[in-house]
């Protein structure tokens, strides 16, 4: 109970400013050079201060690349679904270098979404081929085909 009262009442002193001289003490106490606040010699503290620097550039240099491979993604999808293309991606992709790609996983995508593209324009291709057949032709195949379903059916069903 005793510890309780003093460290109330020593607090509330504090804040008065009557007892906020160590506070003082400790602000004048820290040094003035970053290198012996951080506990180094100064040739430590400049070779750490290089480290961060060069750490910084690498993420940097990471992060621009990861938003060159995005902006990469969208002009590929962009040109696939052909909607206006954007300068910003461009320019992203020129200031990392023109040496960006898809990533691999998303380049298995597009090879996926490719092969089932040119499934698809097979059947297309079909379909267009019939429309540049003769119409009596057409015509006359689903009469023969009517005319043998027709057959078929009369011989099963005593009905007919």
Not at 19 to 40: I, L
Not at 125 to 134: E, F, P, S
Request: glycine share 4%; proline share 2%.
């Amino acid at each position: 109970m005793a510890f309780l009262m003093k460290s109330m009442l020593s607090n509330q002193v504090k804040n008065l400013g009557l007892g906020g001289g160590g506070e003082e003490s400790k602000e004048e106490s820290t040094p003035s050079d970053p290198a012996a606040a951080a506990g180094m010699t100064r040739e430590e503290y400049e070779e750490y201060q290089k480290q961060v620097v060069e750490e910084k550039m690498e993420r940097d240099a990471t992060f621009a690349q990861k938003k060159a491979e995005r902006a990469c993604l969208r002009v590929h999808l962009r040109e696939k679904y052909r909607l206006p293309k954007s300068e910003l991606d461009e320019n992203q992709i020129q200031m990392a270098g023109d040496d960006v790609s898809l990533p691999e996983d998303l380049q298995k995508m597009v090879a996926d979404d490719q092969a089932e593209e040119e499934d698809k324009d097979s059947i297309l291709r079909q379909l267009q081929n019939i429309q540049n057949m003769d119409m009596d032709t057409i015509k006359e195949k689903a009469q023969a085909t009517f005319m043998e379903m027709r057959q078929a059916a009369e011989q099963k069903c005593s009905v007919m």
